[in-house]
């Protein structure tokens, strides 16, 4: 059989379109997919958890009644329509049109009241609202109304908030489960799918796209407007080691990293396919927490000498570029709207060790063992703990180290007894600037004692003052109250300020598109070249 050179040449074309086409379908597949290294996520039921990652997961499965913009003003997102009594105590709701759940039924307004209800039993703002109501019921498929008992202005900024645990709203089937028993599924009506077929808890998961989404018709404006996804796929990819994950993104088998470590930085901004960027402008509050039932802190003058020790750059300095830290000296952060300098005389830069030694002996500090609690798998807090505990030494106090994973020290935490009974005296964490504007919602801003968050400190002035803020109406009373609060606050000094930082996320150049809020991470809106 002879071929002609023709033939042979439409054969030859033909061998190469085979071979062509599919490599084209699989870059475009690839520029609409997206992989993210976010962590484990191995609880999926944003009510049982504080977890980030979980609220991230709860942010694109779920959707929200009302969203905060990027000026931090809730505006509405599932509801359409909402108006409130001359009285100020009945707040009426009508849903919008074109909620659907991802498993083709109707969201409803007893989806609504469900989840309200079931949220409610542990996020402090919503046990307020529920302390409040006299009722939350529908009223008709579309329409439910919350009835309370005296007005709260701050209604809908408790709804829209973005702290840990959200309101996401969820099957009332879902939402009729105890609190603190975990949904089984994870059925929600945003804009993207969890994809439980091709889930692999420990190595990654996926979520598509929900085509069936109908998006508001406001343009995006933080974490409102319309949620317009670009993409068809994400995958959370739980990449453990750090190197691993930067040479992942190096090579491009990632699209983003939420938490490079710093000393990686200059390798990511030297890479010519790589970005650095900040997301949560306002950035995060590192902070110590002291035992104030168990000695030397029960003493308000060993608290007090803490807060002249910390030279505040030297312990952001330690694990964070200068150009990513700064000061704080207000319990509300650096930038919220009750920010505020009031009775903050006690901080100097590089910080005054000799006011703190004087403050110690004045409160009759007797070689007592101070407790630090240190978490191994958190580098940042570890190098403060040890740089705490070197610091203290220099003085004179009895400092020693407890180290462990975070899990043992959240356990250990728990503990309100004396250091020789398991107990302890200082640990650090952080948390965002953002959540420093809510006294009624941040349980490290209570001082109500044993009953409030983990060091409980105890004033009862602070409450009292603390109680006024869901009455007051405008935000320049706010601002005053906020004012009265912190001098207050730093008379008995609760909690011990380190300094603040923003932490930048990594990503290849080729994802755009991003939106910057505090607190959680929104999938929607961003693009892939």
């Known amino acids: 059989m002879t071929i002609s050179r023709r033939e042979m040449i439409k054969a030859g074309l033909a061998a190469a379109a085979a071979i062509s086409i599919p490599s084209v379908l699989r870059a475009q597949a690839a520029a609409r997919t997206v992989r993210m290294v976010m962590g484990d996520l191995s609880v999926f039921d944003p009510v049982v958890t504080t977890a980030t990652i979980t609220a991230n997961h709860g942010l694109v499965v779920y959707d929200t009644l009302f969203a905060l913009d990027t000026k931090l003003t809730p505006q509405p997102q599932m509801i359409g329509k909402w108006g409130v009594s001359d009285d100020k105590k009945t707040y009426t709701f009508e849903l919008r049109d074109g909620l659907g759940w991802h498993d083709g039924t109707p969201v409803t307004a007893a989806d609504c009241v469900a989840s309200i209800r079931r949220w409610a039993q542990v996020d402090p703002g919503g046990q307020l609202i529920m302390a409040r109501a006299n009722d939350i019921s529908k009223k008709d498929d579309k329409t439910f109304t919350i009835a309370l008992k005296e007005p709260l202005g701050i209604l809908t900024d408790i709804l829209a908030k973005v702290a840990p645990p959200c309101l996401y709203i969820m099957r009332q089937k879902d939402a009729s489960r105890p609190a603190t028993e975990q949904v089984t599924a994870s059925i929600g009506s945003g804009p993207f799918k969890f ?292 001098q207050e606050y730093w008379n008995f000094a609760g909690t011990v300020l380190l300094g603040e930082v923003v932490s930048p996320i990594a990503r290849r150049k080729a994802l755009t598109g991003l939106i910057g809020m505090p607190a959680i991470l929104p999938m929607w809106n961003m693009q892939k070249a």
């Open 195 to 486: 994809n439980e077929a091709l889930a692999k808890p420990g190595s990654n998961f996926t979520y598509d796209r929900n085509e069936k989404y109908v998006p508001r018709n406001e343009p995006a404006d933080g974490l409102a407007g319309g949620k317009i996804v670009n993409v068809d796929r994400v995958i959370w990819d739980n990449i453990s080691d750090q190197q691993t994950a930067f040479a992942a993104l190096q090579s491009g088998e990632v699209d983003f990293l939420s938490a490079p470590p710093a000393d990686l930085y200059s390798a990511i901004e030297s890479d010519a396919n790589l970005a650095l960027q900040v997301l949560n402008k306002s950035g995060s509050v590192y902070f110590m927490r002291m035992n104030c039932l168990q000695k030397p802190f029960d003493n308000v003058k060993a608290r007090q000498a803490m807060l002249h020790l910390i030279d505040q750059e030297a312990f952001m300095r330690i694990s964070f570029p200068p150009e990513y830290i700064s000061a704080v000296t207000s319990i509300f952060g650096n930038h919220t709207p009750y920010s505020n300098d009031e009775n903050t005389g006690w901080y100097k830069k590089g910080g005054d060790p000799e006011k703190a030694k004087q403050l110690f002996k004045e409160a009759g500090y007797a070689g007592e063992k101070v407790v630090i609690l240190q978490s191994t798998d958190w580098p940042e807090a570890s190098n403060c703990s040890q740089l705490l505990a070197a610091t203290l030494r220099k003085i004179g106090v009895n400092a020693e180290l407890a180290p462990s994973d975070w899990g043992g020290l959240v356990a250990r935490r728990a503990n309100n007894g004396p250091v020789e009974n398991g107990g302890w005296s200082i640990f650090i964490t952080n948390e965002t600037d953002y959540e420093r504007s809510d006294p009624v919602g941040n349980p490290t801003l209570s001082a109500n004692g044993e009953k409030g968050w983990f060091g409980w400190p105890k004033s009862d002035e602070y409450e009292a003052l603390r109680a006024k803020w869901s009455n007051v109406e405008t935000l320049e009373e706010r601002k005053a109250l906020a004012r009265k609060m912190q």
